[in-house]
């Protein structure tokens, strides 16, 4: 009988859902967060989003515990939807841009859902190309949010991006530049 290879178990980031927040200090984080800019570096730890961690949980990079009880995927989000309720919409634009290769990050200190880092730009290093904010088909938009989003974005030097999720979970990204005449 010929032998079969085992197959080496892949270590996954070990992680922790505290409160509103997910966060791990092993050293595979930190790696990751060195080569591919997931997370945020606090106090010796790495800080992750909520669509960081479930997108790294689906990829099956990571886990997360809560109260030393693992977490699938589904009880994640279903946690993850009591403390923020547009959890779904901010995931779906997060998984999408993360998988053509931007780096999203959040940019709550901006007024914004996300900050979008054009493909091969550094974090930390370069600034953000846009100020995304993600939204769903059946959700309003008055010019008045239009506009506050906009000057946000101009403010911040930055071009406005916003990403409509439509029922199919479908991305249409809408860019608005600023011309001078």
Known sequence: MPKTKKRKKQDKISAKLFGEIISSNSKKALDLYGKSR??????GKIIYSFPEALYLVEEKK??????GKKLSFDKLINRL??????IMIKY????????RGYIIKTALKFGAEFRVY???KKVGEEH??????????????TWK?????????HSTRKNLLIAVV??????SYYEVTWLKP
């Open 145 to 153: 949010d239009f506009s506050a989003r906009n000057r946000i974005a």
């Open 81 to 86: 939807r009591e403390i923020d309720k547009k």
């Open 118 to 120: 054009d493909k091969g």
């Open 62 to 67: 990571m886990e997360v515990k809560e109260g």
């Open 92 to 99: 779906v634009v997060f998984r999408d841009l993360r998988k």
């Open 166 to 171: 439509d029922s199919e979970n479908d991305v």
């Open 38 to 43: 997931f997370g945020e570096v606090k106090g």
């Open 128 to 141: 953000a190309k846009w100020i995304l904010f993600p939204v769903s088909e059946n959700s309003e938009l």
